[in-house]
């Protein structure tokens, strides 16, 4: 199938607020000639760590979102600061939420978290042989909890809705992948 690009008329910003910026692009068909005006929200990159002991279990956190009102079950994650890597973001996350490190790292896989409207993209990296190194330092306004489960739980979690973070689960489709799983 041909590519064939919409063309960008216009691009105005409309705020930034805080962890994201908005901005409204009018685009053009190149198939049809029909123009609308289309918002966008600018965001970071974001990075997610599938991060895996030596015995196997995967260390998870728990955490309360202000989005939804609950409490979840994640893997450590967060935003690329400004002028760092992907990989440097993954590594600082990790050890910030859960206290854990390693030099046993893998890129898994990259996603864009909602292509419709978002203009950045989720990192997936597999971290092996973890350890626990320190107490974990999450940022002001993060209370975690720090999960080790094995692969049994980690499936029966997404099964039944307590993992159900759509990022959260692509990073263990990629993981399974990975390990020849799927």
């Known amino acids: 199938m041909e590519e064939r690009k919409w063309r960008r008329i216009e691009s105005r910003p409309a705020g930034h607020f805080g962890i994201f910026s908005v901005r409204y692009d009018r685009s053009r068909s190149p198939v ?16 997610n760590v599938v991060a895996v002991t030596p015995e196997g279990r995967f260390v998870l956190v728990r955490q309360y979102r202000h989005g939804t009102g609950e409490y979840t079950v994640e893997i450590a994650g967060g935003g690329v600061d400004r002028g760092e890597s992907p990989e440097a973001a993954a590594r600082r996350e990790l050890e910030e939420e859960t206290g854990y ?20 993209l989720c990192h997936t ?12 330092a999450p940022d002001p306004g993060e209370e975690i909890d720090v999960l080790a489960w094995d692969a049994t739980e980690v499936q029966e979690a997404v099964r ?23």
Do not use: C, M
């Not at 490190?101 to 950045?120: H, S």
């Open 32 to 47: 049809s000639g029909y123009e609308r005006e289309y918002t966008v929200l600018e965001a970071v990159d974001w990075v």
């Open 101 to 120: 490190v390693t030099e046993d790292w893998d890129l898994l896989g990259v996603v864009e978290p909602n292509p419709a409207f978002q203009a950045n």
């Open 125 to 136: 990296y597999l971290a092996r042989n973890v350890r626990p190194d320190g107490k974990p």
């Open 160 to 182: 039944r809705g307590v993992i159900r973070h759509a990022l959260v689960i692509a990073a263990f489709f990629w993981y399974d992948k990975w390990s020849g799983r799927a």
